[in-house]
């Protein structure tokens, strides 16, 4: 166990929750209602992670305005499209995470969904009661990769860099967490890649949510 760790930072789509299809699918839809170029549905994967307006503006070339469109577009469709169970969680990550809680461990979110769409998921994922400090796009001036979302976190509860780890599928959360000074864990079955976080020198790799209970010794 990562010692005196008293906090998990945990990353949302890809690694709490499985929002790929249902992002994808939102995106494709927003391409092809504002006629832009076409981009295959993993181009599309590989920009989850990313502030909403800026998955847009890094995938295809376009101006300010119309990745403000496109945010704007992509919002709209995506209320159609979030029903019930648009968002299943991974495996093993609700009983993972009520067993951090259970350890006395501070569980949070750091995530680029907005914080009002964060907390609609946690609610209805039930883990509300388990996870009492979340940050979304707009809490912090600058967004992942950027260090705000871990230093705010460690600042608002009185941590230190050493008092957490990060968790995250993507490329961004473990240069997010490295640039605050924090241990990064990568998780495999979301939307980023072995080799990708390899490259990034996540401290630890795992291919299953319940892989951290060996990690934190929780039970």
Known sequence: MIT???SIILDFDGTIGD???LIVRTMQQTI???GLESRTDDECAAMIGLPLKQTFTDLIPMDDATGDLCAATYRRIFDVNNTPD???????VGETIRKMHSAGLLVTIASSRFRTSLADFVNRMGLS????YMLGAGDVEHAKPAPDMVLKTLADNGLRPENAIVVGD?????RMAHAAGVPAVGVTYGNGHRA???KERAEWIIDDFR???GILEVQ
Do not use: Q
């Open 4 to 6: 005196p760790l008293s």
């Open 19 to 21: 929002t790929r299809r």
């Open 32 to 34: 092809a209602e504002l």
């Open 86 to 92: 648009a968002v299943p969680m991974f495996p093993g």
């Open 129 to 132: 009661e388990y996870i009492p």
């Open 170 to 174: 993507t490329v961004y959360d473990i």
């Open 196 to 198: 990708d976080l390899e």
């Open 211 to 213: 892989e951290l209970e």
